[in-house]
């Protein structure tokens, strides 16, 4: 009888021992989910707060109440850039102005990129005499949905935060 009494008490020691186990398999999981929230709140909270201010991505994006384009425009034949430029690469002249470019355009070449994480269509738009180079936003990059002609118009997006929370604003053209 001795025996069978010392059986039964291995059997409950080892029960106790799997209890005490799973009773501290399940606080370290608590206490793994404790320091997964507290490191994804310490996370969200130590990035930049977003503080109003907004730049545009690129230098000749005019932002405001309805955002545009300005292009250096040659005072002599017309032609214009982007870009800064010491002489017009059409005429040679060396006077340029400040122009403002329409805001709606046609798609008169793309192509649907399937590099990286997303494919997307990088295009260029004819805003009334004005050739721009451009990302096209709010489509489904496919060529059943973009086509030479399509009408689209300038749109705006966040491109993400500085370290003071400063917005970097960069633009796209969307289906008119």
Sequence with gaps: MAKATSKSAKKKSK????????????????????????????TKASGP???????????YLVLGKTPYLRANECKSCAARFFDRRNAC???????????RVKNRGIVTSFSIV??????????????????VRTTLIGVEPTPEKVTLGMPVKLATYPMGLDTEGTEAIAFGFAPA
């Design 15 to 42: 029960a106790d021992a799997k209890k005490t186990k799973n009773a501290k398999n399940a606080k370290n999981a608590k206490n793994t989910k404790k320091t997964k929230k507290k490191a994804g709140a310490a």
């Design 114 to 131: 399937a590099m990286g994480p997303q494919p997307y269509v990088s295009a260029i738009v004819d805003c009334d005499g004005t050739s």
């Design 49 to 59: 707060k977003r503080n109003g201010k907004q730049i545009p991505f690129v230098d």
């Design 89 to 99: 690469a059409s005429c040679s002249g060396t006077e340029f102005k400040r122009a």
